[in-house]
């Protein structure tokens, strides 16, 4: 694989493919804004998609790269506050203390949070977090259908 770089008019080969290609489709280095990556970005997905397939560690790194990524974009959790609440729940939920299990995709904790402030109230199990959800976030609601559920069982 050849590792200079040519440019013709706004074009940049890519060192896996040796296409000619637009130097929008090569991802920005690391670390700057200016300069490319050497393999344009259908080369680097079409590698990234066979180490998924076949390195359990890439897959892993990758997947605790991107919860690292979700929890400080969406919520401005680091990992290490994220797993802080894990044990002050004791990796239960919040709500119903059912045992959150990161294997499994449905028993994984989601963020709670105030969607008027952004401030985070705790981990829930799916069921929990999508129960406060569907009520709007509104306690009158939740106590309502408590009540609801209580006369019900008369």
């Known amino acids: 694989m050849p590792t200079a770089t040519i440019l013709v008019d706004g074009k940049k080969q890519c060192t896996t493919c040796l296409e000619l290609k637009p130097l929008d489709e090569f991802v920005s280095a690391i670390n700057t804004t200016t300069r490319k990556a050497a393999s344009c970005k259908l080369c680097v997905n079409t590698k990234k998609l066979s180490l998924w397939h076949t390195d359990l560690i890439f897959r892993e790194k990758f997947k605790k790269q991107r919860k690292k990524s979700q929890l400080k974009l969406k919520y401005g959790l680091t990992i290490q506050e994220y797993e802080n609440l894990l044990v002050v729940q004791n990796n239960k939920c ?56 209580i006369q019900s069982r008369k």
């Open 94 to 149: 919040k709500i119903c203390s059912f045992e959150f299990n990161e294997e499994d995709s449905r028993n994984i904790p989601r963020v709670d949070h105030c969607h008027k402030t952004g401030k985070i109230r705790g981990l829930l199990c799916n069921n929990c977090n999508l129960g406060i959800g569907n009520f709007m976030d509104n306690p009158d609601h939740l106590i309502k259908a408590s009540h609801y559920l």
